[in-house]
């Protein structure tokens, strides 16, 4: 593996898991540095399709309490990551509510940084 594709791998690696100790703290302010502000989220949830955008995804996480400050212990993890030059997608499992979610994060390299610009995801129950 080459140099550049290693550091696009740590680079990608190290934005997934930003992304899954966010959601665990519930910490939107951090969310909203590595999502693209035009980022799609669509999937399974609750048994219905959901198309939600981002600013209201980032109120109803910070409406309600957080894995972490509910006493909830964290169970993120990165499934796999492919990255092909500058674009990447990451599968990544973990609990959020009372239930169990497998996200496929969407990455794009914007002039050097890494941005989540899609997630789809699907919910199942914990």
Same mark, same amino acid.
Do not use: C
């Given at each position: 593996?080459?140099? /550049? *594709?290693?550091?696009?791998?740590?680079?990608?690696?190290?934005?997934?898991? /930003?992304?899954?100790?966010?959601? %665990?703290?519930?910490?939107?302010r951090r969310l909203a540095?590595?999502?693209?502000?035009?980022?799609?989220?669509?999937?399974?949830?609750?048994?219905?399709?959901?198309?939600?955008p981002l600013p209201k995804?980032f109120a109803f996480v910070?409406?309600?309490?957080?894995?972490?400050? =509910?006493?909830?212990?964290?169970?993120?993890?990165?499934? /796999?990551?492919?990255? /092909?030059?500058?674009? =990447?997608?990451?599968?990544?499992?973990?609990?959020?509510?009372?239930?169990?979610?497998?996200?496929?994060?969407?990455?794009?390299?914007?002039?050097?940084?890494? *941005?989540?610009?899609?997630?789809?995801? %699907?919910?199942?129950?914990?």
């Amino acid at each position: 593996m080459s140099s /550049s *594709k290693d550091a696009a791998l740590r680079d990608v690696t190290d934005v997934v898991e /930003s992304y899954l100790t966010a959601i %665990h703290a519930g910490d939107t302010r951090r969310l909203a540095e590595i999502f693209e502000p035009g980022a799609s989220l669509i999937g399974w949830d609750e048994g219905e399709l959901r198309r939600v955008p981002l600013p209201k995804w980032f109120a109803f996480v910070d409406s309600i309490p957080s894995p972490a400050s =509910a006493g909830v212990p964290f169970d993120g993890k990165i499934v /796999s990551i492919d990255v /092909s030059e500058t674009v =990447a997608v990451a599968k990544v499992s973990e609990s959020y509510r009372a239930f169990k979610y497998v996200d496929y994060l969407s990455l794009v390299n914007d002039g050097g940084q890494w *941005k989540i610009v899609g997630k789809s995801y %699907h919910q199942f129950a914990a």
